[in-house]
Every structure is written in structure tokens, then in C-alpha cells.
């Protein structure tokens, strides 16, 4: 048939979570039953404070988890994202420039159905 014989399925895919935090956004690496492989973060590419926040350190972060799974032998991936912070799309573009090829693109934000007290608008 037309299913190239490197051709993995869906469901055996490696699984890339990405939490993008207002304060840092973190990229672990899963494979399809969830066991974590490894991770990277924009504090851990050595970007400090104000700076783990923004949407060029998420990238940094997604390119060098990019490098790691294909360390591992993973060149084909799905995302999962949680969260609103400012990496949430640089880093699914870091994965690509990382050599990784996204198969699908999954937002698994968790949304209240009216539970806990939000924040604080705040007012500058």
C-alpha cells in the first residue's frame, strides 16, 4: 500500500508536552504510554528571571529538546500544550527547526468549570 515502511502509527508516536507558564515553559519528552525520556526548559538553557518567559527562550528550550529526542532516535513527534504563556507557539516552531517533524498539535489546557478564586486583575 502507500505506507512508506518508516511510517509509525498514530497512537506509537512519541508525545511532547509543552507547559507554557507566563514564567517559563518547560518541553518534556514522552513516549506513547507517557514514560518521560527527557525534558528541557528556558531555565534550564540557561536563561534566568524575566527571561525564561519570553517566546525566544521557549523556542531555545524547543530546539534543544529537538536535539535530545533525535539523541534518542525520535524524529517524529505529537504536542500536547497546557498553558497561555508567551512560548506556547515558538516552541512548537523550535521543535520544527530542531529537526523534528509534528504530526499533530493537541491544547490540553486545563479550564475550570467555575472552581477556584482567579487572581487578581492587576492594575498598573
Not at 527527557?38 to 531555545?60: D, L, Y
Not at 530546539?63 to 529526542?69: E, T
Request: aromatic share 6%.
Amino acid at each position: 500500500s502507500f505506507a512508506s515502511k518508516t511510517a509509525v502509527n498514530y497512537e506509537e508516536l512519541a508525545i511532547v508536552h509543552i507547559s507554557a507558564t507566563y514564567n517559563n515553559t518547560i518541553l518534556t519528552i514522552t513516549d506513547h504510554a507517557g514514560s518521560t525520556l527527557g525534558w528541557k526548559s528556558a531555565g534550564s538553557e540557561g536563561f534566568k528571571n524575566a527571561r525564561r518567559g519570553t517566546n525566544f527562550a521557549g523556542q531555545q528550550a524547543a530546539i534543544a529538546a529537538a536535539k535530545k529526542a533525535l539523541d534518542l532516535g525520535i524524529t517524529q513527534v505529537r504536542v500536547k500544550m497546557k498553558g497561555l504563556g508567551p512560548g506556547r507557539k515558538s516552541s512548537v516552531k523550535g521543535l520544527e527547526l530542531g529537526g523534528l517533524s509534528v504530526f499533530s498539535v493537541t491544547d490540553v489546557t486545563p479550564i475550570p468549570h467555575n472552581g477556584c478564586r482567579p487572581r487578581k486583575v492587576r492594575r498598573l
